[in-house]
T-cell receptor
Framework: AQSVTQLGSHVSVSEGALVLLRCNYS??????LFWYVQYPNQGLQLLLK??????LVKGINGFEAEFKKSETSFHLTKPSAHMSDAAEYFC?????????????FGQGTILTVHP | EADIYQTPRYLVIGTGKKITLECSQT?????MYWYQQDPGMELHLIHY???????EKGDLSSESTVSRIRTEHFPLTLESARPSHTSQYLC????????????????FGPGTRLTVL
């Protein structure tokens, strides 16, 4: 079975500051990991995903995440926050080849960006 | 940009009514999913389908039912709505373009926010 824990349901940063959203996972098989973003009144959109290639994954809008097996983590970062980054972010895990595409999501982190 | 549509976007309905939430995608994806999302909570998978005439229940028990008669269409039905069904329902689809099982990118519709009075 898989699970995802996102540390901090709310994160607030100033515009231009570093964004760090934390995600830890649990999986009985080598996982594939995903970050999705949800803007108000919209569906989720893929930011990036780890599929066992490079451990540092670059995504859209300047976001990146690093897979650390020893820490079972997949934290999302962005060097400089922009007002348009304000949204809810979800980390998700799939159980590799046994998942058939199904995802288990974390509870989400709401990112607020202050001017 | 993904082409997956959900109607209605908002629905307020009385207890006991039958409702159908529509979901359609134009990408030809074989896999489709329904999630339930409450404010501040994670998405819970309630139904999924791997193709026409294939439907499975997800991790969260739901009184809703689904059908998959056509590849592009995956409607969700509640025979008798109750206040406990009040939630946001998100539909998604995916395809295994990488050839590696489990690495699918899921494309989400905008969701239907259901309120049962």
């Amino acid at each position: 079975a898989q699970s995802v824990t996102q540390l901090g349901s709310h994160v607030s940063v100033s515009e231009g500051a570093l964004v760090l959203l934390r995600c830890n996972y649990s999986s009985s098989v080598p996982p594939y990991l995903f970050w999705y973003v949800q803007y108000p009144n919209q569906g989720l959109q893929l930011l990036l995903k780890y599929t066992s290639a490079a451990t540092l994954v670059k995504g859209i809008n300047g976001f990146e995440a690093e897979f650390k097996k020893s820490e079972t983590s997949f934290h999302l970062t962005k060097p400089s926050a922009h007002m348009s980054d304000a949204a809810e972010y979800f980390c998700a895990v799939s159980a590799g080849g046994t998942s058939y595409g199904k995802l288990t999501f974390g509870q989400g982190t709401i990112l607020t960006v202050h001017p | 940009e993904a082409d997956i549509y959900q109607t209605p976007r908002y629905l307020v309905i009385g207890t006991g009514k039958k409702i159908t939430l529509e979901c359609s995608q134009t990408m030809g994806h074989d896999k489709m999913y329904w999630y339930q999302q409450d404010p501040g909570m994670e998405l819970h998978l309630i139904h999924y389908s791997y193709g026409v005439n294939s439907t499975e229940k997800g991790d969260l028990s739901s009184e809703s039912t689904v059908s998959r008669i056509r590849t592009e269409h995956f409607p969700l039905t509640l025979e008798s709505a109750r206040p406990s069904h009040t939630s946001q329902y998100l539909c998604a689809s995916s395809d295994e373009t990488s050839g590696i099982t489990g690495t699918d990118t899921q494309y989400f519709g905008p969701g239907t926010r259901l309120t049962v009075l």
